[in-house]
């Protein structure tokens, strides 16, 4: 008989529920899963290609040892000697790990646990800061905590959807999808896309403002004058709620509206038709993904967002809010175990001595990281300057993703240990490694991830673990274990669940918005039938609200939300030598750096080679006709790509997707040109906003 096994999809933040029937024969085949509440039967092409990425090319079947297959013990015990060593010869700072989105809620817990509570450093950090840090640093000073507010029924439910640096159609389609379904069954509803480029999602927009790069930020600052002058503040729910609106508002004011149609490049009519629908509209949902995240002023630009909504009350009621929407899979997850390099577990604060004491406490360990660790473009910089001698890749491909990645591809090379964990053994970064060990995937690991709207769901396996592949999270205790670490007997996911279950609620008095204490003592029963729950699920209180903040409750000890002042003019980086702005981004049909979805020739024929998308007056004025083959240089590095020249694009722009690897050569590795450029507040590099120049190749 076919099996049938619920699951959720490994790419994107949507977090859409997935059933997975294993035939007979052993063919599996995937449809979406009709009573999950983030897709409700909705897939969409990555989703629905899934079956064709579960084969055994490329995998890591057996622990390695540079050229050499070993078994688990030496592996295990090389790795647990040498960070070991390295630890008791240069500190516990001398070691890292760097993690990623892509792993479980549990495997996440674990690594975190082994690192902040054990070692003693908080040098843990993952690709999720290239991904939506900003966010977390713009809710963490407006909330007091990584809070998201609404839920993905708010973007049905809304009169008006802003959405703003996200090409939704192509990175979250099954919100696309489900946004395309309500506008046409409500007409009057409204759809504002905020891109420089004109992307697929413009298709349902009633007005697009292609505004100038990292214009957002005065956008939304002119916004928030407009709503004042226009009497559309909502003053008791300021009053009541909030502080810092004053400030927020002189610095607002800064622009004139002639400085903001300068500073976005927009002209003052189509700014006043936003601003004059904003206003007049109560329910406002305004979605922001890497478009507002990925910049060197993306914290302050989630902050001018969010001070336009806690300025007119429009939070946490049904079809109103911010929205931040996360990339990855579990970049929420990663959050809520704080896999992050500056905060603590279950949305504890690092920089808090009472929360290091209660998570010491916890987890009875000697000792707790006592300051941030590195964030990621910091992390490499330490491993390319000798002060880490011990890294610790897991579930990412950071000689392809990361800014810099020549230089990040160096450091690894030669730093003196390199461990990395993966489910393929030929990625550009598994081929660096000292220790490869063989990760199971999607399909065979079990565990839990979070998405956008805080919903929690189970990954289960449904076919056999090939070759000698393990768990991350296993790995990890192996690893604690033999470093002579207590506290990390787990034996499955589900212990590994319910402890962190339990430390959400402990000595949790309603202080702290992550709780899901309802599930401190599950079973491994239970754990398995583990339906999707948004949290808080707090102990003897069933859920009763999906939303935060319709009446204030923030979490800043006086329970009020900070409007925080912002003004950072917009960044300049173009020059004579690089007189073009780059924008890096996804593409329809490709996750990441290809390692799953490039083994669907299906997924691969939608864009089969890399390519750069260049306005036809800039290409005729380089010489270039489409197809072409370009240079694009940066001071950082060179790629070469397709032309392709289209008036989607801005003039004295350009558009490189991010997914190519350096396999056959660096041709499409457009990470290569990305400068190390981080945001003072979440480290988040800015890859959306390189200087460049190109030519005919
Ligand atoms: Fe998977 Fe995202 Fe597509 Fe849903 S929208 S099927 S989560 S890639």
């Excluded at 000697?81 to 760097?98: K, N, W």
């Excluded at 406490?361 to 992390?379: E, I, N």
């Excluded at 993703?401 to 461990?419: G, K, Q, T, W």
């Amino acid at each position: 008989m076919p099996t049938e096994t619920r699951t959720t999809c490994p790419y994107c933040g949507v977090g859409c529920g997935v059933i997975a029937t294993v035939a007979e024969d052993g063919a599996v085949s995937v449809k979406g899963d009709l009573d999950h509440p983030a897709n409700f039967g909705r897939l969409c092409s990555k989703g629905s290609a899934l079956a064709e990425t579960l084969g055994l090319e490329g995998r890591a079947l057996h622990p390695q040892i540079g050229d050499r297959s070993t078994d688990w013990d030496e592996a295990l015990d090389l790795v647990a000697a040498r960070f070991s060593e390295t630890i008791a010869t240069h500190g516990p700072d001398a070691v890292a790990f760097y993690v990623s989105g892509q792993l479980l809620t549990e495997d996440y817990y674990v690594a975190n646990k082994l690192m902040k509570g054990f070692i003693g450093s908080a040098n843990i950090d993952t690709n999720s800061r290239l991904c939506m840090s900003s966010s977390v640093a713009g809710h963490r000073r407006a909330f007091g905590a990584d809070t998201v507010p609404g839920t993905y029924e708010d973007l049905e439910l809304a009169d008006l959807v802003i959405l703003t640096g996200s090409n939704l159609a192509w990175c979250h389609p099954v919100i696309y999808q489900r946004i395309v379904a309500a506008k046409e069954r409500r007409p009057e509803m409204k759809v504002v896309v905020i891109d420089p480029r004109r992307t697929a999602t413009c298709d349902i927009a009633d007005l697009h403002l292609a505004l100038r790069p990292d214009g957002d930020l005065a956008l939304f600052n002119g916004l928030l004058a407009h709503l004042a002058d226009v009497g559309a503040v909502h003053c008791e729910y300021v009053a009541n709620h909030t502080s810092g609106f004053p400030q927020a508002l002189e610095a607002a004011r800064g622009l004139s509206p002639d400085g903001v149609a300068n500073a976005t490049g927009l002209r003052r009519p189509e700014i006043a038709a936003f601003y004059d629908l904003f206003a007049a509209t109560q329910k406002v949902v305004t979605c922001y993904s890497q478009g507002v995240n990925q910049s060197s002023i993306g914290t302050d630009k989630v902050n001018a967002i969010l001070n336009c909504h806690l300025a007119t009350g429009r939070i946490g009621r049904p079809g109103m809010g911010p929205f931040s929407l996360t990339g990855q899979p579990n970049a929420m997850g990663g959050r809520e175990v704080g896999g992050l390099a500056n905060m603590l577990a279950a949305h504890m604060a690092l920089e808090s001595a009472e929360d290091r004491d209660r998570v010491q406490r916890f987890w009875g360990s000697a000792t707790v990281a006592s300051k941030p660790g590195l964030k990621a473009v910091d992390m490499f910089d330490a491993v390319a300057d000798g002060r880490i001698k011990a890294l610790w890749i897991m579930s990412t491909n950071p000689v392809v993703s990361m800014p810099d990645a020549d230089r990040v591809r160096a450091a690894i090379e030669a730093c003196p240990f390199v461990v990395v964990s993966d489910i393929q053994a030929d990625t550009d970064t598994a081929r660096l490694a000292d220790v490869l060990l063989p990760a199971t995937g999607w399909g065979e690991k079990s565990g839990t991830v979070t998405n956008s709207e805080r919903r929690i769901s189970r990954q289960r396996p449904f076919i056999a673990t090939p070759g000698a592949a393990r768990p991350d999270w296993w790995q990890l205790a192996q690893i604690g274990r033999r470093m002579g670490f207590d506290g990390f007997d787990f034996t499955a996911p589900a212990e590994i669940f319910a402890e962190h279950a339990a430390l959400s609620a402990f000595e949790n008095d309603g202080t702290r918005d992550f709780d899901i204490g309802a599930h401190a003592t599950i079973d491994a029963a239970t754990y398995d039938a583990l339906g999707p729950f948004q949290w808080p699920q707090r102990e003897g209180t069933p859920q009763t609200e999906s939303r935060f903040f319709a009446n204030g409750g923030f979490y800043h000890a006086d329970g009020k939300a900070r409007l925080v002042p912002v003004s950072a003019p917009v960044p300049a980086r173009t020059s004579s030598d690089y007189p073009l702005i780059l924008n890096t981004g996804r593409i329809r049909d490709q996750w990441h750096t290809m390692t799953r979805t490039g083994k669907s020739a299906r997924l691969s024929a939608h864009m089969a080679e890399p390519f750069v998308e260049i306005h036809p007056d800039d290409a005729a004025k380089l010489e270039i006709r489409d197809a072409d083959l370009v240079a694009l240089e940066s001071p950082w590095g060179r790629a070469v790509l397709r032309a392709l020249v289209t008036n989607r694009q801005q003039r004295g722009s350009l558009f490189a997707p991010m997914h190519w690897t350096g396999e056959f050569s660096n041709a499409g590795r457009i990470d290569a040109l990305v400068a190390p450029v981080t945001d003072p507040h979440s480290g988040q590099p800015a890859s959306k906003h390189v200087a460049v120049r190109a030519s005919r190749h």
